[in-house]
Nanobody
Framework: QVQLVESGGGLVQPGGSLRLSCAAS????????MGWYRQPPGKQRELVAV???????NYADSVKGRFAISRDNAKNTVYLQMNSLKPEDTAVYYC???????????????WGQGTQVTVSS
């Protein structure tokens, strides 16, 4: 089984920064894709940023230039550096990963439990 554990959320003032971390543990052969999604209050979950095993990244237009996703393959960990935070970035942030547990096994999708980010003065 695989677990994703997020950390780093909290309360920050507008213009401030936070860094989220998500560590994958358990039966892991390869991690194809890791990403961050968020769900603002009363809204649907939306993609924030993704990074694939090649290192290529993709961002939602609303966070381009402010957020940066990175990963440490040795630690099976993905990070989201969030700068110039705005009140509209307030949401529960979820880690997502597509992981293969053995060489010829299926690709399964996993979610973290979510971490709250609140941007407010």
């Amino acid at each position: 089984q695989v677990q994703l554990v997020e950390s780093g959320g909290g309360l920050v003032q507008p213009g401030g920064s936070l860094r989220l971390s998500c560590a994958a543990s358990g039966s892991i052969f390869s991690i194809i894709y890791m990403g961050w999604y968020r769900q603002p209050p009363g809204k649907q979950r939306e993609l924030v940023a993704v990074i694939v095993d090649s290192g290529s990244t993709n961002y939602a237009d609303s966070v381009k230039g402010r957020f940066a996703i990175s990963r440490d393959n040795a630690k099976n960990t993905v990070y989201l550096q969030m700068n110039s935070l705005k009140p509209e970035d307030t949401a529960v942030y979820y880690c997502n990963a597509n992981i293969r547990s053995w060489r010829f096994g299926p690709l399964n999708e996993y979610w973290g439990q979510g971490t709250q980010v609140t941007v407010s003065s």
